[in-house]
């Protein structure tokens, strides 16, 4: 018989046919002689109904059904007569794969908190909004490597234990095998990392850049896509201790084009899961609606998530300098009134998430594209500009989110590079492979890292990343 997922079943909608459906029930209503049953298989967003009228089946199973059973059945499909659906299969034969005790499931089918269903993390993925998410997820994931194939960039995995700090911020996991009870001692007093596994000091990839950018340097267009892993005791809605960054790398590209490209990507990925996922979006748009009216009115959205995602398809993204946006916001009504926790007045500060937002939500309502940060704080590989102040950084910020994208074009010239290096206590002897490209055939070339929960976060209306990655880790959790 023919053995089908529920979205396939419902995308076809051959009636009068017997199918074998499996899944976990979501709800269950039954009388004497006839059951409704929702079946949900995580395939798509929309339960199947079936129905049991069989009274030999409704003896035997029915009071076993409860909500987050799984479940197999057998039966014809047939045009559904009630409201709410437009098949239904009607059950001729069914099998329970695995009962499930309705007093400790913790998935019943009411509102349950984001924050209680994170505990449940397990079990997650059978709620609606969770199975949405990590569908789009998965689109999203598509849309990327589908993107940079037919742009002809090749994709590298670049190595996740290293011992370089591309950030150079030292907020690195350290990898060893070294007995950490009794670790080897040199002359020194240090620790003795020629003794451990590979022979020197290894950390978790805290970026896929530098190797990137090697790989670039022959064969021109490049991206990397992988976790990378931040020891920062951040404990915000937009930071992890594990994520994944998606890491394009251009030989012959300069900052405008490296804009281009990252404008280019974020349109793309947006539009792709609006005409493949408008379900599970319209779904996640609704239940950020409902989520945001019982916030004061400030706090709500000013546009639905179906809104926002349209508006980055058809609007143009602003791009002004860093020195602009400093005077935008030294002038800024919130910074005059004292408004800003972080006040903006000397030139050279970083920008904090709430400039970053009072920038994208209320002076431009739309993504800004941020340029030519001070040297100082940003990393050692930037482009130099002329001013020998700002490097050819660029920033993207998102509504809701702040920064979504970091990138810059890369110091090429090889003595600017190594004073750079000296000057902020990068390294040379760890990064003599880096070095060496800019002596070789050097060429001008840019790149930038997208967080991938970030952008998922945007595109799925959620506040907090902890919901969009399956299994979050963050500080004091590393549960599942
Ligand atoms: O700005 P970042 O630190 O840039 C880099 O790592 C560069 N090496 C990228 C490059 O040019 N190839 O990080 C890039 C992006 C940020 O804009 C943000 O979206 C995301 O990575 N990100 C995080 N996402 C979740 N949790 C964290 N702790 C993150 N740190 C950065
Ligand atoms: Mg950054």
Redesign the pocket.
């Known amino acids: 018989m023919n053995k089908i997922i529920i979205k396939e079943l419902l995308e076809n909608k051959e009636v009068n046919k017997e199918y074998v459906i499996s899944g976990w029930v979501r709800t269950k209503r039954s009388s004497k002689n006839i059951a409704f049953v929702m079946l949900n298989d995580g395939s798509c967003l929309k339960d199947l109904q079936i129905i049991i009228d069989d009274l030999s089946l409704i003896d035997k199973y029915v009071d076993r059904i409860t909500t987050g059973t799984s479940i197999s059945v057998s039966g014809k499909l047939i045009k559904s007569e009630g409201k709410g659906q437009t098949v239904e299969l009607i059950v001729k034969k069914l099998d329970i794969l695995g009962e499930s005790d309705s007093e400790t499931y913790p998935i019943q089918p009411k509102r349950h908190t984001l924050d209680f269903l994170r505990k449940n993390a397990h079990l997650r993925f059978r709620t609606r909004t969770y199975s949405s998410i990590f569908r789009i997820r998965h689109g999203l994931s598509f849309a990327v490597h589908n993107f940079f194939h037919t742009n002809n960039f090749y994709h590298i995995h670049t190595p996740i234990i290293t011992s370089a700090d ?2 150079g ?1 030292g907020e690195m996991f350290k990898v060893t095998t070294l007995d950490l009870m009794k670790p080897p001692i040199n002359k020194n007093g240090d620790i003795d990392y020629s003794k451990d596994f590979f022979e020197k000091q290894v950390n978790l990839t ?5 190797e ?1 950018e090697l790989a670039a340097l022959g064969l021109s267009k490049v991206y990397t896509f992988g976790p ?1 892993f ?1 020891a ?1 005791n ?1 404990n915000t809605s ?4 594990e ?1 994944w ?1 998606i ?3 251009v030989a012959f590209s300069d900052l405008t084009d490296n804009i281009n490209l990252a404008t280019q990507l974020l349109k793309f990925g947006c539009k792709y899961v609006l005409s493949n996922y408008l379900e599970d979006i319209t779904f996640l748009s609704d239940r950020k609606y409902k989520e945001e009216q019982s916030f004061k009115k400030e706090l709500r959205s000013k546009n639905t998530l179906l809104d926002s995602l349209n508006n980055i398809v058809n609007n143009p993204f602003n791009t002004i300098s860093y020195t602009e946006a400093f005077d935008i916001l030294r002038n800024s009504k919130p910074n005059k009134k004292n408004k800003f926790k972080f006040p903006i007045q000397d030139w050279g500060v970083d920008f904090q998430s709430e400039h970053e937002r009072f920038l994208v939500e209320k002076e431009f309502n739309n993504p800004v594209i941020i340029t030519d940060y001070p040297k100082n704080i940003k ?1 050692f ?1 930037m482009r130099l500009n002329d001013d020998k102040k700002t490097v050819r950084a660029m ?2 910020l998102f509504p809701g989110i702040g ?6 074009q890369r110091e090429e010239r090889f003595i600017d590079l190594k004073n750079r290096m000296q000057e902020m206590s990068i390294s040379q002897k760890e990064l003599w492979w880096y070095l060496e490209t800019r002596k070789f055939g050097t060429v001008p070339h840019s ?9 998922v976060q945007f595109v799925t209306g959620m506040s907090n ?1 902890r919901d969009v990655i399956p299994f979050p880790r963050y500080p004091s959790h590393v549960e599942f």
């Open positions: 591309a950030e911020a805290v970026s896929g850049q530098l990137a990378t931040r920062e951040s937009r930071h992890l201790a994520f960054m890491e394009p790398e990393a590989y920033d993207v920064e979504i994208i970091g990138g810059s790149g930038f890292g997208l967080g991938f929960e970030r952008l990343i």
